[in-house]
């Protein structure tokens, strides 16, 4: 049973000459059992002559019969006007028509659609301050992104009257998208002042967001606005000196107001202050050793020289930072030797193979696996090799592989750049390894994974 949402059916209005007690469709929502109804009607006049194929007076009777049968069945009602910004630039008197008719029959909402997402925020504006004079009706908006507007979209009618506003988590939806909830939300608590959800509820808008995101399998955009892992991440030695002194310097929010966090990204751009503040995230004290701190600094920068890059791989810097701190490097295994194979069998089939020789706990391993490419099969030969030791690097899992090839740098030839995504099922780190050989790369960027996820375990490393 849904706690704070409310369950809403979503049809159309009845169908042409045919009565709303009798139309199947419209049956089916009243006997959905939902308390609420969702219906989408056609608020432009060429629409209605060429999709509906009715006149625009049937139109109108079939909002109103469909809205008044589903109020009488006890329904709340909302109606979508499908093509409404379109149909008032060609028809404003029947466009308004629509809603007058909406409201009058018992609607509780009005939503004006941009159903193309064509339209601006100025002139959404304009259309919903003109529909509010000439209608009094409850209004909603509901935008899609195809100017990359509908989050401004939705603001702007807001600010003109609108009450209601219709949009999907991560703005996920048809061509370029809806408008995204999340963002509206925020910026409706944030900036506008508005109470939209209960207290405290924003705070989980960051863990609802990359939620949704791993239901729908679609990777979450470091970028988005509030939720992205990047909206608070701050790379540039200056600003990382102020952020020191007070991080809302450079930040136009508290990221915990919406349960994310400030990042320091490490790169070559990186002064003390970056490596100190990324040092506290990562809950490493470095006790303002600026000697330490120093040499950090010179060993990020001499390896972002050589393609390294610490922006996107965390793990990696910690055992870096680890490394320097301590004088040894984090380390449950060294790899000795490696072998990859890849021929072609019976009927075009592609067979790879994998052989690695590892070093664990003072014992030789050398093991075998097969995959899908020969990453996959020295990610396998090399946990088969090490799960007897270590059997909790079962949980893990590569979730993710990029591999960027680097032309010419420094006068050389094109080096490979691998980045690594691992899971344990809690959370997700990344690694990093740079070689002429992408298998090279991979390696080393597969040794930092299960390094880091090994102490995470609350291993104790060799």
Known sequence: KLKNATFVAFGATRRPNVKAADDVLLGALRDSGAPAVTLVAKAYDRHVDLALKTNLDENLAMIRDSVTHLRQEGQRVFLDAEHFFDGYRANRAYALEVIRVAMEAGADVAALC?????????????????????????????????????????????????????????????????????????????????????????REAFRISHAVAEVTNISPSPRQPYTGVSAFAHKAGLHASAIKVDPSLYQHEDPESVGNDMRMLVSDMAGRASIELKSVELGIDLK??????????????????????????????????????????????????????????????????????????????????????????????????LNQLYPELAALELTDYKVRILEGRLGTGAITRVLVETSDGKGEWNTVGVHENVIAASAMALEDALTFGLLRQGRKPE
């Not at 490696?338 to 093991?367: M, P």
């Open 114 to 202: 941009d159903t193309n997402g064509g339209m601006l925020p100025d002139e959404i504006a304009d259309v919903v301050h003109d529909v509010l004079g000439a209608t009094s009706a409850r209004l909603g908006i509901h935008c899609h992104n195809d100017t990359g507007c509908a989050v401004a979209n939705s603001m702007a009618a807001v600010a003109a009257g609108a009450t209601h506003v219709q949009g999907t988590l991560n703005g996920y939806g048809e061509r370029t998208g809806n408008a995204d909830l999340v963002t509206i939300i925020a910026n409706l608590e944030l900036k506008k002042k508005k109470d939209v959800l209960p207290q405290n509820a924003l």
């Open 288 to 385: 303002g050793d600026r000697e330490l701190i120093g040499r950090v600094v010179d060993r990020v920068k001499e390896m972002e020289s050589r393609g390294f890059t610490f922006e996107a791989a965390d793990a990696s810097f910690e055992l870096l930072l680890r490394e320097e701190a301590t004088g040894k490097r984090p380390s449950f295994f060294t790899i000795d030797h490696w072998l990859t194979t890849t021929e072609r069998g019976a009927k075009n089939s592609i067979i790879t193979k994998a052989e690695v020789t590892v070093t664990a706990q003072g014992k030789e391993i050398t093991c075998s696996g097969e995959g899908n490419g020969p990453v996959n099969a020295f990610d396998n030969a090399l946990r088969d090799g």
